[in-house]
């Protein structure tokens, strides 16, 4: 038990709310009544990581990155991809007609994903080098192998060393770089959402959020107005 309540503690916030979520679908289940469940004490979301990584980093890390974690790098960071989805890409999910990437979502949803100019020379030459069955990463790889999720972190924080990069950005917040750079320069939070893959866009604007960011009164007025800047 008292492991359990340290995990509990040191466990994040938003992962206790998950489990907060099964555990009352176990009572339910064993007939627990409502009216105990609803004095279970509720959780509140984290606030957002609000981390991006800046342009002259994210080109200084992929100049030493090697084929395979540039592949990912730009997955993430060019088209907006999840790094476990990135590395899931196979050449049956290019279509080379459209230069864009088509795959489902976290829901499961089909989304199709445009490239970028080097992203697509990326994909190209990892679907010239895959052999049946594997994926674009193995394509890349030294081994044939992918990256388990923690030599993948690993091999993003040995770059930036290497690279001389002090940022504590993740593949993850390389999505959120992307979404800020489109919905900065288009203002249109579909497109951000677009982006991320998301299915509403309260996610996308919890997803955006930034702690940092200053709002006007003069902005405000013309918010409400209708008024575009």
């Not at 008292?2 to 064993?30: E, F, G, P, S």
């Not at 972190?153 to 993850?172: D, I, P, R, S, Y």
């Not at 959020?209 to 409400?224: C, F, R, S, V």
Request: hydrophobic share 35%; charged share 30%; with cysteine.
């Amino acid at each position: 038990m008292i492991d359990i309540c340290a995990n509990w503690i040191l466990t994040a916030q938003n992962t206790r709310r998950t489990y907060q979520t099964q555990l009352k679908k176990l009572l339910r289940a064993i007939g627990v009544s409502a009216e105990k469940l609803v004095a279970m004490p509720k959780l509140k979301y984290s606030a957002p990581r609000s981390v991006t990584a800046p342009k002259d980093e994210f080109e200084k890390v992929l100049e030493v990155a090697d084929s395979r974690l540039r592949l990912l790098m730009l997955l993430c960071g060019d088209a907006g991809l999840r790094a476990g989805t990135a590395q899931k890409l196979k050449p049956t999910h290019i279509n080379e007609e459209t230069r864009t990437i088509e795959t489902r979502d976290k829901q499961g949803a089909w989304s199709r994903v445009p490239m970028t100019e080097r992203l697509w020379c990326e994909v190209l030459y990892a679907k010239s080098r895959a052999k049946d069955g594997q994926t674009l990463e193995q394509a890349v790889s030294k081994n044939g192998k992918s990256m388990t999720k923690s030599y993948r972190c690993k091999a993003l924080t040995m770059a930036k060393a290497k690279a001389g990069v002090e940022g504590n950005w993740t593949f993850h917040d390389l999505r959120r770089t992307l979404a800020r750079k489109m919905y900065t320069m288009t203002g249109d939070l579909r497109k951000a959402q677009r982006i991320l893959g998301h299915r509403t866009m309260s996610s996308t604007v919890w997803y955006l959020h930034d702690m940092h960011t200053e709002i006007t009164g003069k902005e405000i007025e013309q918010a409400l107005k209708g008024e575009i800047r």
